[in-house]
């Protein structure tokens, strides 16, 4: 991140006017001051995506949205609308364009064979085809149509899955719908812990 | 060139002696209050300038305390400082956002010798030009408060410059958005005055009988003003009782030295009689 | 969130963040909102200095939300319910509670048969074999019309009200004292200010999170605080209620949609085996009425489960196969997530899926965890961001070599990627724009969901295999079934009218004869023919109380505060005009949406619609526990049980295998209490990749009394070791006067704080807090202890962690 705040120069006019009173000549002029960096970023209103409290955002993009361009958040500050937070954001919420855009983000599947010491990248192809395929193995293998009494349970015990309490609500539903239908019923998020 | 702007000092030139007049009347002159009595020292405001800022992120340890940083720097601008005070058997925790406070007698801006270098608005910011400071810390030693920064790496002084570039905009400081709690707020400076004396007579309600409006005389009021809920505890919060702009050594200005120093001695008698009107006691204003 | 469900019917924060401005006492005790949730905490400051309110704060340790607090109680930790208890004793002894709210919207009328009985720590029924209840004796009295027997004088000593009363007669200001290590006189003062709330014009709120829920007698704190409200009226009304403050964006939502054990979306109820048929299980899930004035609305489960099913399965869900009933898992026992890692400590559960969720930092016993993992076969994660779960087999101190378990971690997209709602704590579902593409390589949970479904679906049709009927019958009738859009989603939770098409409005529309769908019933409403609910963003708040009926959408049926018609009297009259929650206009309510029918008169049904008593439970039969609370001692406890030493713990949790080894016994040296919690510059474990918060915030730490520290010679900002019977950490030694020792039965006893957020993975590394935490969870929800156990400290000398 650039240390440097100072993108141009401006001319203060009163500035000027001011020393001219006096009959001396201090030009150039000493206001200066950067541009709004927001001045021509687009605005999006979203929620934090830390706590529960759900205060409103607003999230400033730069980019056109043309078909050659990548568009980039620059920052991230409350929405004054919500009457939730009213544009506050806590410390974690106001830093949340490095979360947005952070180099850490992960941008390919990684495989970790039995023992390996290090992670192997795949693609997306070859992870799904993993997983579906494993999926259907443990499913198959620890699937219980009967239990011990003869009751119908149709209950597939060998495979969890857990959260999340981040993601949307269509996610989750769609998460449940999907997980139910496979039979699992080891399923929770983080509520407990 | 919006009116928000208008200078009204420049280092190292005559208007650091003599403001300049405000061209128009009536421009707003703005403040920031600080209500102690509810910050709740989430550091809100401490990340919310560095982002906005695009200030340097600097590598930091804990050093035995919730404080993120010992220290201000030139890439940290505003430090929130807690401190653990007992008073009998209740605790206290003051909590401080330390950040320029904007004096109305800005004592860098007298010390400073490269013109323009340092800059007051007539809206109350005062702002630093690092395109012209040569370095020199004459500020760092003028500052009552302890605020200004140097850098090595740059060479320059740092400090809040009231993120003017939002200000310019109509949007108030990053920090003021950001507050959770409301204990930053944002306004004309009488507004501010008046809401402050408000929260004050609340606080003294609500047994809080030391509790008292900082916004010292001494260097002519200041454009970050606190609600102090011990007013009695000022050094607890390290705010000096009585701060004074002072003169500083004032070797750059020149051809401007003899007027100035008259000038600052004229500044520095005003500002002792406010300090022997008030009295010692009270941190209480009198802009 | 089982405590609240038991005591008035719905599991969920009561009001909602802006309300608690309403408030005239706020107490806050097992959260620390300034620290977790510091811009919902903005409406505590707000309702302190525009309302003249008291904020209160009662803690094991002075917290920055203590800091702006009129005053603060410290308390040990697991010593809640003693202080609550203590609470109740006095609001009863000294006769303030409202009289009137409590004849008219709880229990306390309500006779409970004679068989009921409490002695020695233990409630009637308890079965020493199984470790369990036999709640048969916790059951009301019944009439010859076959409702419940009840005395509106609240004299009959079989009476819920009498019966709290000698229950609680125990919990003496010098017995809370003796067992929370606070003082008298400072409990005296709390309760006289929490007490001042039993009136018809002053209401209070209590806020409330996991250090709650945290604890192995967690549902019973909650329930002891639900009944303290009761008692004061304080529920149902604008400034009142019992709030539950959650962690996560979308904790609220993820719940509601039953990414959870044993529930479907909407609090419906996962079978089980002996619910054979699908008739079976709706007479085991609808209750009756107890008494003939109740809206019993759960009555209406079967209309809310056929939807459901009918949203999953379309055409495929017929009344000739019970709707698909038999496709769902009818589960087996608990399947929390203490039971789903036992399942792998035992080498029975094969895969494991983690989505949005770092599990080896989240759970307890991170030994014992580690040891869980490497047992998987294999195991997926799911996360925008690397986590140390899916590098558990390179934690501190393991051999990855010894570790067979195959991983695959895939990168998905984040909220900022995507559109979608997040319901908020307070219930309000919020729609959120997408702001920008994710980058190349990334995918969207929906695509990963949606491409595991396919390709499942497909290999079961090519090979065959167990029981694929469901999978090939789950309606997928999205536009690119590939990637199915929210909006799509948000449509099908919604659901439809299946002849007109039509997007329904309201859950009350609902049928069980397969005539409507509705993925989750609670947010049908959501999603109208008049657009999105949730996206609405109208600021206008005409009561002046907060409610902002044109902000997004609150289930149910947007209503803003649960239990609304508490906020008036009998006659339909708010308590408090000031802050009228519903008011009766003769012909219909007006105010909030009315939690009760809009034209039903007052008289007609009880406040609380969601039970079979019409009213809220001050005794409630449906904890394991008991129907009323008691204090029990943590599990690791640095004192004995003061109340009944015989009983020390509560004596119904689950012990799972070889747990009873990894507690601390009385002759093991770990003299200290300690307990773990968050802190505002981090978010569990996500933040450790945002710079800005690592400089805010950058080492794991430890809390350290001053009078301790001075004892072990630990300086401030040297470094300590903390180490439990299950793990040692190490970190920067924060030595403070915010932690006072407490004398608990008669003895010195110290606490020392962890935060949890550190791991090896991310900007900043350091030790794991659940290294010391126990793996033994409440008698209900199985939530972890997390917040009370023992440990031992000393001075570090290394500077490794």
Redesign the interface.
Known sequence: MSISRRTFLKTSVAGAMGVSALGLDLKPAYAAVRQLKIRNAREYKTVCPYCAVGCGTIAYVHGTGGLNTTNTVIHVEGDPDSPINGGTLCPKGASQMQLAISPRLRKSPMYREPGASEWREVDWDFAMDWFARKFKETRDATFIQQDNEGRTVNRCNGIAWVGSATVANEDAYLITKTMRAMGLTYIDHQARI | ?SDT???KR?SA???ALIP????RSGGPVYSKLVDI????????C???C?????????????????Q??QDLS??TWLLMRFN?V?DGDD???L?KKDACLHCEEPGCLFACPA???I?Q??NGIV?F????CIGCQYCVSGCPFDIPRF?KQ?KTVAKC?MC???V??G?EP?CV??????AIEWGIKDDMLAQAEKKVE?LRK?GYDHAAVYNPGGVGGTHMMYVVPHGDRLNDYSLPAHPVASPGPLRGLNVFQRIGSYLFGAGVISALAHFLAVGPESPEDHA | MASLAATFGRGAMTNHWKDIKNADVVLVMGANPAENHPCGFKWAIEARDENGAALLTIDPRFTRTSAVADKHMQIRPGSDIAVLGGLIRYILTNNLHHTEYVQEHTNASFLVGGDFGFEDGLFSGFEEATSAYDKASWGYEFGSDGYVRRDQTLQDPRCVFQLLQRHYERYTPEMVAQIAGCSVEKFLEMAEIIGSTGRADRVGTIMYAVGWTMHTVGSQIIRTAAIMQLLLGNIGRPGGGINALRGHANVQGATDHAIVAGILPGYLKVPTPEQETLRDHLDASTPSPLVPDTSNYWGNYPNFLVSQLKAWFGENATPANEFGYQYLGKQEGDATWLSIWDEAYQGRLEGFIALGFNPLLAGPDVPRLIESMSRLKWKVVIDPFMLDSAEFWRSPGVNPANIETEVMYLPTTHWIERDGSFTNSGRWAQWKEKAIDPPDGVRSDTYVLSELFWRVKELYRQEGGAYNEPIQHLTWDYLNPRQPTLVELAKEINGFNQQTGELLSSFGELRADGSTTAGNWIYTGSYTEDGNMMSRRGTADPTGLGMHHDWAFSWPLNRRVLYNRASADAAGNPWDQKRSGIAWTGREWIGDVPDYGRTTPPGAAGAFIMTEEGVARLFSSQLADGPFSEHYEPVESPTVNALHESVPINPVINWYDGVRETLAAATDNFPYACTVYRVVEHEHFVTRNVPLLVEAMPDFFVEIPEGLAAEKGIDNGGRARVWSKRGSVEGVAIVTKRIKPLTVNGKTVWTIGIPVHWGFVGITQGSMANLLTPYVGDANTRCPEFKSFLVNVERAESSLA
Request: aromatic share 6%.
């Open positions: 060139m702007l208008s200078i420049i030139s005559p208007s300049l007049e405000s061209l009595s509810k910050c709740i020292g989430c550091k809100g401490e990340v919310a560095k982002e906005w800022n695009d200030l340097k992120v600097e590598q930091t340890s804990n050093f035995g305390s919730m993120s940083h030139s890439n653990e007992e605790l206290h925790w909590i013109p323009g270098a800059v608005y007539q702002d030009n690092q395109e012209n850098d740059t410059n003017i570039d939002r310019e905009a949007l990053a958005k950001t507050c959770p709690t409301n609340t609500r």
